[in-house]
């Protein structure tokens, strides 16, 4: 699948919200891909990740043991990418603000890839790989359905993405007059 393909699909849904966002990060937005609404349509993920299923196996050289998906956006995408690359799914989740593997145990040395939904900063995705080598986890790669950096962003690992779409994002103190007039939401669960 192409970027306008997946935007095709996140557009479909109602999934590509205007307004004024507070994304993960702290930065501000105009622009928030509110993935949920894809994500409650299983003919739509399935499509999704089938394809960024086969961009993993193409461009991951390797055995694969697991997927780890980030909570919560990261479920979903990761569960089903994970049929797909026929391996099993588990997930990281917070715990008072730190991503840990609460429910799972991995084997030294186990080789995963990290499943995203959205990229903005991989602030998230290096938040999860330290979590996993902290228990001696192997990252080979981490992928993510839409990267908003468009490639720009470093995580640390190679990062492979099913779509590239450059959304603007601004610091809190730094904002357009035309998005300093609308009220800000926070869609997501940091902090939470
Ligand atoms: O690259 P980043 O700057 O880290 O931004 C992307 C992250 O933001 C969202 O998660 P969020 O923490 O908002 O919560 P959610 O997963 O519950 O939606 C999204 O699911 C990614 O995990
Ligand atoms: O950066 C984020 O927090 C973010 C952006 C976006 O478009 N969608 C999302 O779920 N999170
Ligand atoms: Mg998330």
Redesign the pocket.
Known sequence: MNTAEVLDVFRSAGAVLEGHFI???G?RSPVFLQ??RVFMHADKTEKLCRALAAKIRAEVDGPIDYVVG?????LIPAYETSRHLGVPAVWVEREQGVFRLRRFELEKGARVVIV??????????R?TIACLRDLGAEVVAAACIID??AGK?DVGVPLIALAEYEVPAYPADALPPELAAIPAVK????NI
């Open positions: 994304l993960t990060s930065l993935k949920a980030p909570a919560i956006g990261g995203e939904d959205i990229v903005t900063t991989g602030l998230s995705i938040e908003r950096s962003t869609p997501g669960s940091r």
